[in-house]
């Protein structure tokens, strides 16, 4: 069993339309959790970064935390076709190696 | 914000050659670096932890006389694939960490 799972899709969705992306893990070590975005071609760029279970948002962006049920999602609000990538989960536990899901391909139409 | 370079971007080399690829933090200094590779539609799996001054700690399967790692500054780590072959080619990808982990734009390796 991977650390960290992610559903891979892809999924495509609607401009305007909210995407819903989610990870789950199972190591109880895991103490942050992060979401980067990675254009085709290019190195990830971090979005959110949260460290307790609730929700954070940022602008269009929600990171929610449920360390309880071992799982962590994001929501992108009002989406737009350059919200179209690959978003990564990630996390880490004390140190700072950083396990990664398998990415999520989200495809926003316009 | 913290810009990390790689250099390549993109490299075709022949098979048993060796290729150098460069990760150079510009804004900042970074004790650590990291290096991943990433398979197609596939996710940055961790191939060895380089700190400044010291040996490069290499994760599990990964052969480290074939993955040169030198971390020679603050700034620059290199990554040497020797002898590289058809099944070397992927994306690698450096991230420096100060604070939180940077990453650079990737090297698209391609062995023929």
């Known amino acids: 069993q991977k650390e960290v799972e992610q559903d891979p899709g892809p999924l495509s969705v609607p401009e305007g339309a909210i995407v819903s992306l989610n990870c789950t893990y199972s190591?109880?070590?895991?103490?942050?959790f992060m979401w980067y975005r990675q254009y085709s071609r290019k190195g990830p760029e971090l979005l959110m970064y949260?460290?307790?279970?609730g929700n954070k948002e940022d602008g269009r962006f929600t990171a929610q935390v449920d360390k309880s049920s071992k799982y962590i999602s994001l929501f992108i609000r009002d989406s737009q076709p350059s919200d179209s990538a690959t978003y990564l989960c990630?996390?880490?536990?004390?140190?700072?190696?950083?396990?990664f899901g398998a990415g999520t391909t989200v495809t926003v139409r316009a | 914000g913290a810009v990390v370079s790689q250099h390549p971007s993109w490299v075709i080399c022949k098979s048993g050659t060796s290729v150098k690829i460069e990760c150079r933090s510009l804004?900042?200094?970074?004790?650590?670096m990291f290096w991943y590779r990433q398979f197609p539609k596939q996710s940055l799996m961790l191939m060895a932890t380089?700190?400044?001054?010291?040996?490069?700690?290499?994760e599990q399967g990964v052969e480290k006389d074939k993955f040169l790692i030198n971390h020679a500054s603050l700034t620059l780590s290199t990554l040497t694939v020797t002898s590289a072959h058809p099944e070397d080619s992927s994306f690698y990808i450096c991230?420096?960490?100060?604070?939180?982990?940077?990453f650079g734009p990737g090297t698209r390796l391609t062995v023929t």
């Open positions: 991230s420096a960490y100060s604070y939180e982990q940077y």
């Open positions: 190591n109880s070590a895991f103490q942050y």
């Open positions: 949260t460290y307790s279970s």
């Open positions: 990630a996390m880490i536990p004390n140190d700072y190696k950083l396990s």
């Open positions: 804004d900042f200094q970074a004790t650590t």
């Open positions: 380089s700190n400044e001054g010291s040996k490069a700690t290499y």
